[in-house]
């Protein structure tokens, strides 16, 4: 690293190269905020943030996103983990539980009030036999004063109570959403393709399950590292998405796709796959920190029918199988069943 900062740098070429190298080494997204530090960095390395910087990764230490911090750089926060979504759908479903809670307490309340002043005034009527028409009507005028003042409190706690509860509505369908969604693709999560096949309809069959697999993923992650395998994963998440539209396209685990198609028997849902791997096998991959090309990108997928009322375990178990099958037969190809 300490190389990459000392020695002068010739031409926008070059310093884009040394650029894409200090992400790079320091394992950094190609995200505009981090290329402008890094560009800070490279572009003048005799100044005194380029000189910390060198000191910061000598013996090939990475920077770390607090590190960048620390030297006044802010930085886009990381997208939410699984794990951290699902506590924020957690603590939002809780906060909504309180305020149902509260509008049950509020209602009781007002019905309490309600029947206290029914009585009230029930008692106040009877009294007037006994007594002038004009200390009758005094009578029910306070009480009915004092019902007035408590509705219009009540009134002020309902309607903040209400705007309370329509922004916990929107948090709550954000994170519910956030929860059911892959934070690096974009794509659904496995969450949602559960939901999903759960809920089917066999009105809107037949269905097909398709299991996709990006081809040597492994190879991709050791030698160009794991940002340039999370770009690979975003594009064959589009190319999955764009090719297979309007059916539900998530990322499963790791670099494996599912798709739930419906309305489509067997042969249209292979076509469609095909077509969505033929563009991917069509693409050509390059790294922006390394100038070793990637090569062909490709991935296999298995295909089956899903039979009316079947478990998603055996659907998926079965294109699991026929996925295995394709990459036995030598990978970029589709197996059906």
Not at 134 to 143: E, F, K, P, W, Y
Not at 186 to 194: H, I, Q, S, T
């Amino acid at each position: 690293m300490r190389s990459l900062l000392a020695t002068p740098w010739r031409g926008d070429d070059e310093l884009f190269k040394r650029v894409g190298a200090f992400l790079a080494a320091n394992d950094l997204p190609c995200d505009p905020a981090y290329y402008a530090f890094a560009h800070r960095v490279i572009s003048n390395p005799d100044s005194d943030l380029a000189r910390t910087v060198a000191r910061l990764t000598a013996n090939r230490v990475r920077l770390s996103r607090k590190d960048i911090a620390a030297l006044g750089t802010a930085m886009p926060e990381p997208p939410p983990t699984p794990e951290q979504a699902e506590d924020r759908a957690q603590q939002l479903v809780a906060e909504t539980q309180a305020q149902v809670d509260g509008f049950a307490t509020m209602m009781r309340a007002m019905q309490d009030e309600t029947r206290d002043f029914g009585r009230d005034l029930a008692q106040g009527v009877a009294a007037m036999s006994g007594k002038s028409r004009l200390n009758g009507l005094d009578d029910v005028a306070q009480i009915t004063s004092t019902m007035l003042e408590r509705i219009r409190d009540a009134e002020v706690k309902l309607a903040h109570a209400t705007e309370e509860a329509d922004t916990l509505r929107t948090k709550l369908a954000e994170a519910n959403d956030t929860a059911r969604r892959d934070p690096l693709t974009g794509l659904p999560n496995r969450r949602a393709f559960d939901e999903a096949f759960a809920s089917r309809s066999d009105n809107g069959g037949p269905h097909c399950l398709a299991v996709v697999d990006i081809d040597r993923f492994k190879r991709i992650n050791d030698e160009f590292g794991h940002g340039v395998g999370d770009r690979v994963l975003s594009a064959i998440a589009n190319v999955l998405s764009n090719e297979c539209a309007p059916h539900l396209v998530v990322r499963h685990g790791g670099e494996e796709f599912a798709v739930l198609l419906s309305g489509l028997d067997l042969t249209a849902a292979t076509a469609m796959l095909n077509r969505a791997r033929a563009v991917t096998a069509d693409k050509h991959f390059r790294s922006r920190e390394n100038p070793t090309p990637l090569g062909q990108i490709t991935f296999s997928a298995g295909v089956t029918a899903i039979q009316p009322g079947e478990p998603q375990d055996q659907a998926f178990a079965r294109a699991d199988r026929l996925l295995y099958a394709a990459k036995q037969d030598g990978r970029d190809r589709i197996h059906a069943a």
